[in-house]
């Protein structure tokens, strides 16, 4: 199966400090990709590599058959790829309903914007009946799938979750996870960050190990379940 993205040799930096050493992976046409890793080690990195938040990168990134490490964040996400980042950048003081239409693509017929709202709303029960709460009032959960449904209203190829399931509670975490579950089915790849291994293994198909910004192994979910590499790279 072909790449819908495919990183190489990426290295990254914060000023004069490298975080990220010669990083290569891929994600495959509606594959479903985990980066796991502790606290640090530069998950985050890679996705804002990835859409180009970072100052200084070397390396390349391709989406599809097009080279996008040079282009402007906007124009990265106008390509069909959606970042949910992990403090999940929703607007505390819009509405629901409010921080999903500015999420939605200009260019959109209004009965194309109220579609792809409507679909959030059919997934996302919560929002729906949420829908005129203002988004700082939310659960951490609730908020979450805010965040994801703000990327998905954009129709992404290419989704891009940030530790989805950090910091919130037990349960909660498991209906996310039901969500995340969801959204795999669908015909859309997925790169998913994640410290918690455990509970998001079960969704992706291949997935890649990081510590101190290099990759240090890579499996499928099989593979990557193994006891010994979480307790070499994984447990805190
Ligand atoms: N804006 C920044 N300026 C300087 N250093 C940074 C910045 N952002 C991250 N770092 C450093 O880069 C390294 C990688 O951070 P990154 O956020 O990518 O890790 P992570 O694996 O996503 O961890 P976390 O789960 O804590 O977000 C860390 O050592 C971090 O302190």
Redesign the pocket.
């Known amino acids: 199966m072909s790449d819908i993205l495919t990183v190489e040799n990426l290295d990254a930096f914060?000023?004069e400090?490298q975080?990220l050493f010669d990083v290569s992976l891929s994600v495959d046409e509606n594959g479903v990709v985990g980066i796991f890793?502790r606290?640090?080690?530069?998950?985050?990195?890679i996705l804002e590599s990835i859409v180009n938040r970072i100052d200084r990168k070397t390396g390349t990134v391709r989406f599809r058959d097009r080279d996008i490490s040079g282009l402007a964040p906007h124009e990265i996400i106008r390509d069909k790829i959606a970042y949910v980042p992990?403090d999940r950048e929703i607007y505390t003081a819009l509405t629901v309903r409010e921080n999903l239409e500015l999420a939605t693509p200009k260019g959109l017929s209004e009965a194309e914007q109220e579609e792809r709202i409507a679909n959030v709303f059919d997934r996302f029960e919560r929002l729906d009946e949420r829908s005129a709460q203002l988004g700082g009032t939310l659960s951490g959960g609730e908020q979450q799938m805010l965040a994801i449904g703000r990327g998905l209203v954009t129709d992404p190829d290419l989704l891009l979750l940030d530790?989805p399931t950090e910091g919130l509670a037990p349960i909660i975490v498991d209906e996310v996870v039901e969500v995340l579950d969801d959204l795999v089915t669908q015909n859309r790849a997925v790169l998913l960050?994640e410290?918690n291994i455990t509970r998001t293994l079960p969704l992706i198909d291949r997935g890649y190990i990081?510590e101190s910004?290099r990759i240090v192994a890579d499996g499928d979910n099989e593979e990557l379940g193994d006891e010994e590499l979480h307790e070499e790279y994984l447990t805190v």
């Open positions: 914060y000023g400090s975080v890793g606290n640090g080690m530069g998950k985050t990195t992990e530790e960050v410290q990081i910004g």
